[in-house]
C-alpha cells in the first residue's frame, strides 16, 4: 500500500542543509494500523505530509498503491490525495466559516461528487460519529472532542483506502481521546490502511505494529517493546 524506499528530505538554504528524513524506509501493507513514533524533531510529521501528498521528497523512491509517486504531475497527486487518502490532523484543520454539513462537503464536491451521493455520505458519517444532531453547527460551537470528530466523519465520508493521523488526540482529554481511538479502530476494521503518529504510550500499543522514528530515519519496534518511554534525543533539527 505505502512504501518508501531510500527516501530524503532535505531542505536547503543558502548556507546549510538540513535532512529532515535521510534513507528512509517504510513498508505497510494493505489493511494495517500502523502507529509512528518519536522523540519530537525526529521527522515524524514530514514522513506524513509526504506520505499524503502534501509535500514532495528529495530523493529515494515512494510507492503508494503501487504507483511511483515521483512520477506524478500535481493534478495526478492532488486526485490520489481527493480519492484515496484521508486525513485526521491535531489541529483538526476545520474551515471556521462553514458549518459541520458543509466542511464535510468540500473534499466531495472537489471528487465531483453528484449532490444525493455527498448527503447520503455526509449523513451516513456523521451519524457513525454520533454528531447527526450537529451538521448545522459550526466547529466554534462544538467541545475539542466533537470537532475531531467531525474531522474523522470529513475523512470517512470520502470511503479512504489509507488514513493519516497525526497526533489525533494531542488536544483531547482522555475520555474523549478514547472515543476517538474507537473510532479509528473502526475504521481499521472496515479495511482502511491506517499511519498514525503519536506520542501517546497507550495509543501506540493499539496499533499491529510500532514504527519509531529517530534522526530522520526508521527504526522498527515489532520485535520489540511497543514503545519506549524516554526515547533518545535527537541531535539534530528536523522537523
Keep these: 500500500m505505502l512504501k518508501m524506499n531510500h527516501l530524503s528530505k532535505v531542505y536547503r538554504t543558502e548556507v546549510v542543509e538540513t535532512y529532515a528524513l535521510r534513507d528512509f524506509n517504510i513498508d505497510v501493507k494493505e489493511g494495517e494500523f500502523v502507529a509512528v513514533t518519536g522523540p519530537s524533531g525526529s521527522g515524524k510529521t514530514t514522513f506524513l505530509t509526504i506520505a ?91 467541545s475539542g472532542g466533537q470537532q475531531q470528530r467531525v474531522a474523522i466523519a470529513r475523512a470517512l465520508a470520502g470511503s479512504p483506502r489509507l488514513l493519516l493521523a497525526d497526533e489525533p488526540t494531542g488536544n483531547l482529554d482522555t475520555q474523549m481521546a478514547r472515543g476517538v481511538l474507537e473510532l479509528i479502530e473502526d475504521i481499521h476494521r472496515d479495511g482502511a490502511t491506517i499511519v498514525m503518529v503519536t506520542h501517546d504510550p497507550e495509543l501506540a500499543a493499539r496499533a499491529q505494529r510500532n514504527v519509531h522514528i529517530i534522526d530522520g530515519q526508521v527504526v522498527d519496534l515489532s520485535e520489540e517493546p511497543r514503545f519506549h518511554s524516554h526515547p533518545e534525543e535527537t541531535t539534530q533539527s528536523q522537523r
Design 52 to 142: 499524503g501528498l502534501l509535500e514532495t521528497f528529495s530523493g529515494g523512491e515512494y510507492h503508494l498503491d503501487g504507483i511511483e509517486v515521483s512520477q506524478l504531475n500535481d493534478n495526478a497527486r492532488s486526485k490520489i490525495r481527493n480519492e484515496k487518502i484521508g486525513f485526521i490532523f491535531q489541529a483538526f484543520n476545520l474551515i471556521p466559516d462553514l458549518n459541520v454539513y458543509d466542511n464535510i462537503e468540500v473534499p466531495l464536491r472537489y471528487r465531483g461528487m453528484k449532490g444525493a451521493e455527498r448527503k447520503q455520505r455526509i449523513m451516513d458519517s456523521l451519524e457513525r460519529v454520533g454528531l447527526s444532531s450537529r451538521a448545522k453547527h459550526y466547529p466554534a460551537e462544538l
